[in-house]
């Protein structure tokens, strides 16, 4: 069964810091892995996926993620965190095997990234 | 190009009550999907459409019903709604094919059942 695990339900950063958001994940085959945000009162916006290729991914407002397929992990960084970046972010997986079923995505339960000034 | 629009945004019903969510796309993407994303629990899939006349269940479908007549709309329907159908739903598209298609969300309709 496919399961995406996000430990921290919330992480604090100041501004100018890096920051990480973790996720790991569990599928039957090989995933494609995504990360989205979301705004307060918003829908899910679309930051970044991994689909196949080089394991480092470059996505919106400058982050980016690294897919580790030996620690099944899909991180979300950023080298320089800013306030607007404070959001509830999500982590999903859909595993290649199931690509008949289209656009199905198994999501965590979110972090919420809080950066202070 | 408006993407995807969801009506209502807010909504209060009380238990027993039916009503629609209504989800419509202007993008052509054959998928679209219906969520519900409730604290500390992510979303949840409900029931999902790969196409006109086709749908199927998610992870969480008793007490929803939906339809899918043509490619632009998928509305889903509460018959009889109860309190712990309190959440934020939210409608999400995505082309088909190679399974690396990002999925596209709407703005969410925040429903509560007294």
């Known amino acids: 069964a496919q399961s995406v695990a996000q430990p921290e339900d919330q992480v604090n950063v100041a501004e100018g810091n890096p920051l990480t958001v973790k996720c790991t994940y569990s599928?039957?085959?090989?995933?494609?892995l995504f990360w989205y945000v979301q705004y307060p009162n918003r829908g899910l916006q679309f930051l970044l996926k991994?689909?196949?290729?080089?394991?480092l991914v470059k996505g919106s407002y400058g982050f980016e993620a690294e897919f580790n397929k030996s620690q099944t992990s899909f991180h979300l960084k950023k080298p320089s965190a800013l306030v607007s970046d404070s959001a509830l972010y999500f982590c999903?997986?859909?595993?290649?095997?199931?690509?008949?079923?289209?656009?199905?995505?198994?999501f965590g339960q979110g972090t919420e990234l809080s950066v202070k000034p | 190009n408006a993407g995807v629009t969801q009506t209502p945004k807010f909504q209060v019903l009380k238990t027993g009550q039916s009503m629609t969510l209504q989800c419509a796309q202007d993008m052509n993407h054959e998928y679209m999907s219906w969520y519900r994303q409730d604290p500390g629990m992510g979303l949840r899939l409900i029931h999902y459409?790969?196409?006109?006349?086709?749908?199927d269940q998610g992870e969480v479908p008793n007490g929803y019903n939906v339809s899918r007549s043509t490619t632009e709309d998928f509305p889903l329907r509460l018959l009889s709604a109860a309190p712990s159908q309190t959440s934020v739903y939210f409608c999400?598209?995505?082309?088909?094919?190679?399974?690396?298609?990002?999925?596209?969300f709407g703005p969410g309709t925040r429903l509560t059942v007294l």
């Open positions: 999400a598209i995505s082309r088909l094919g190679e399974g690396g298609n990002e999925q596209f």
């Open positions: 991994y689909i196949t290729g080089d394991n």
């Open positions: 459409s790969v196409g006109a006349g086709i749908t």
């Open positions: 999903a997986v859909r595993d290649r095997l199931l690509d008949n079923q289209g656009g199905k995505l198994i």
């Open positions: 599928v039957s085959g090989n995933p494609y």
